[in-house]
């Protein structure tokens, strides 16, 4: 590929970066089905022929931001995962990713939530595909993190009773749980806050291993309940 | 009030549920954007006329769905809180009472979450307060269950070291993870599936109040985890 070939291809992707980076703005603002091209035009600045020379419709931006963002974070998830094997870490890994990311992507974290169902047909499809094989790979880790967990023998009590064992929570759940937590946050974070994104990284990383209250909390607070149903009763 | 009147009245609430139920449906499916009134009169059989009887336009139609689902799950959670002063069981309640209400209307759940944003002036803002409102009474209650936890004494350990004190997840931040895991679950979850509302309830409750792994399972995957760092550096 000679040099000429190779700026233009870069222009050419700066550009449609562009285009997808506007779209995914006003589409987050006003909703896919109340914009224009022409809406895009005026915000890009690029004519309305121009911007035909990068999608063939309104209907292939919307796929082209989802397809992106899906591909980007599924790519840099796969790369970081592939030089870890303990459990915890891969999951920190994970949410960090998904966080980054979409910290950095919140009007286009809103357009894959709210318009997954815009597109039709091959290109839903293709999007699917991605989005099934990310949320396979976030349940995959969380089973391997309960299996390692459960699997493993638990130390007798000191006084010799038997440990109660707490049912594991519902590994399904939990995945479709832990996106919540995350996808939530195009609703409330602000980036540019005081919560910096590496906080908020270990806050629900934190919260979604350990639980709003540590176990010593837990039997703390629990215990205080006992004293007060204890109280009221007499 | 006449029995006539009393059942005119009770009439009329029946009729304008059933339009905000079908209004709801749709809105969810195609979104508010790309429904119309007639839409609306199709799908409910009520002549254009009829619909507006009983609202002056499609907007009123959006705000009664978010105003009067809002007002029922704060009305009841507010009446089911009263008798209740336990921290960890009003958190109970709150999951409970959220889970419960969009469970059985998940279309409407669908539309408080994507046309936030499609209301303006004041019927926004009247909506607004009442979320204001909710949320403001599910960050008091993880506060209370925070400063009840935190605020009492910990035991020291046996062997007379100091108990290293985990650091409290940011109780905003737990609010609206909380927010999150409940109010995904229009993406997911069916409420016909094998998996019962109180089943939901109890997973999403233990999964937010303990964490995906318990403080006995943390140690023992972090446990093999450094076994496994162990091996690796030899």
Known sequence: ???????????YDQKLELILRASARIFAEKSYHSTSMRDISRATGISLAGLYHYCKSKEELLFLIQDHCFGRVLQRL????????????RLRIFIDNH?????ANMAEMKVLS???ES????????VSTRKRRYTRTAHKILSELQHAAVGA???PRRNGTTRKTARPVEVTVATYALFGMMNWIYNWYDP???LSVSQLVDNITRLFLSGFLSQAERATVQGQAEKVNIWRSA
């Open 1 to 11: 590929m000679t040099a000429t070939v190779k700026a233009d291809l870069s222009r």
């Open 78 to 89: 796969e790369e970081r995962l592939q030089s870890e094997s303990d459990p915890i870490a």
């Open 99 to 103: 966080l980054s990311f979409f910290a």
């Open 114 to 116: 709210h318009e997954a």
């Open 119 to 126: 597109l039709a047909g091959d290109l839903h499809e293709h």
């Open 153 to 155: 023998e638990r130390p």
């Open 192 to 194: 540019r806050g005081k």
